[in-house]
């Protein structure tokens, strides 16, 4: 986990060590030549990683790819095991997936790397997720599933028929400026 990126409090939590050990385990991992990514010391919430519509977009995008591999429709009647529990084989499957991804998508003011979340970024919305402080809702115009917190800043709605909107709305004012012109 901690090659992964993951902070010493998610590592503490999902392992059970206590933070001293954690910290330990990092410098001696750096000391033997393993490429262990700085880590900022708090954890983040959907408050604060979800801060406008880019946020959004890119919480919703992971969000999504993590509930397909954890398995979020519900089977015989129980729950889904994400909602159980955070699923650290699917969410870092997931993080990879989310990362080819934005490799392939076109440049867009919303999808770009300055606003792309990272695994504890990502862990932090899954375990929102799961302590039912967060939902993931499948919009009826598009069918995208997009992502939605209790404690984010932003208006609920889906964040690709947004996109949609604005990207068809500056392709309409390209073609009309050049039809006046």
């Known amino acids: 986990m901690l090659l992964a990126g993951f902070i ?43 801060v406008g519509q880019a946020g959004k977009l890119h919480a919703s995008l992971f969000m999504s790819i993590y509930a397909r591999l954890g398995g979020i429709a519900s089977y015989e009647g129980k729950a889904p095991k994400i909602l159980e529990s955070i699923n650290i084989d699917s969410l870092l499957r997931a993080f990879s997936l989310y990362h080819i991804i934005l490799h392939e998508l076109p440049p867009s003011n919303l999808i770009s790397w300055q606003s792309a979340l990272t695994i504890s970024d990502a862990w932090s919305l899954a375990a929102e ?23 984010q800043d932003t208006l609920i709605d889906c964040p690709y028929c947004k996109e949609l909107a604005q990207s068809t709305l500056k392709l309409f004012n390209e073609v009309t400026e050049k039809e006046v012109a």
């Open 129 to 151: 997720l799961r302590s039912e402080e967060a939902t993931i809702f499948n919009c009826l115009t598009c069918g995208n599933d997009y992502y939605e917190a209790v404690i």
């Open 8 to 50: 010493t409090q998610i590592v503490s939590i999902e392992t059970g060590l206590q933070p001293k050990k954690v910290r330990g385990i990092r410098k001696d991992l750096m000391d033997n030549g393993y490429t262990v990514a700085p880590t900022r010391r708090s954890l983040r919430s959907s408050k604060t990683i979800i």
